[in-house]
């Protein structure tokens, strides 16, 4: 088999897992009722009713997130996750075993925008960083970044100047991988009205 052609599979396996876990998320919003949550949460945040969190109109975006590495993710401290825009109605997962949930939500056009860092280690025990971040917005549409490598490159991680310029030209899907490390992330953020679902697998 040529190497496009493996290529070539690899893509169709990757974009199957996608859609299994964009499955699987969609009934897990169901089950959790993530958009009468969101508006709870809101309002509560704003300081308004929840009827005017309905006509502002809501973005809620619902988050799943794939452990496919050996060992257990973890967002280590507070440098390890950033917030733009929104709130997190659930945060982010850590320590990540294998699947995990987040929902982040927001009024008006600004919408959400967020970033989660997790570090653990590769199949060969190296240190490794696996970055993600996202925004959804009627301004800005739907937008994933990532990168992953070894966790020394991620030291000196400045969310602003380093993520947030990338972030905003990303396209609705990512696809990166790290040779040096072995490490790779996958994701998609699929959607409309405002009621939007990402998903994300770490490997290596």
């Keep these: 088999m040529s190497g496009s052609s493996i290529e070539s599979e690899m893509m ?26 969101s508006v709870a949460v ?7 009713d929840k009827n005017e969190v309905s ?43 294998n699947l995990g949930y987040f929902v982040q939500a927001a009024i008006g056009a600004k919408g959400v925008a967020a970033g989660v860092l997790y570090t653990g280690k590769n199949r060969r025990g190296d240190p490794c960083g696996w970055l993600l971040a996202w925004s959804d917005s009627k301004a800005n549409g739907l937008r994933i970044y990532a990168r992953c490598g070894l966790e020394a490159k991620f030291k000196n ?14 396209g609705s899907s990512v696809n990166v991988n790290d040779s040096e490390t072995g490490t790779s ?20």
């Design 157 to 170: 991680l400045d969310w602003d100047k380093d993520i947030k310029p990338k972030l905003d030209v990303a």
């Design 42 to 48: 809101v309002a509560k945040q704003e300081g308004l």
């Design 55 to 97: 006509l502002r109109g809501l973005t809620a975006l619902a988050g799943t997130l794939k452990n496919l590495t050996k060992g257990p993710l973890e967002i280590t401290g507070d440098h390890h996750l950033k917030k733009w825009d929104g709130h997190f109605v659930k945060k982010c997962p850590s320590p990540l075993t």
């Design 12 to 37: 169709k396996g990757e974009e199957v897992h996608l859609s299994e876990m964009i499955e699987k998320g969609e009934r897990w919003c169901l089950a959790e009722d993530v958009v009468t949550k």
């Design 185 to 204: 992330v996958i994701g998609k953020i699929v959607g409309s009205s405002g009621k939007d679902l990402l998903v994300a697998a770490f490997d290596g």
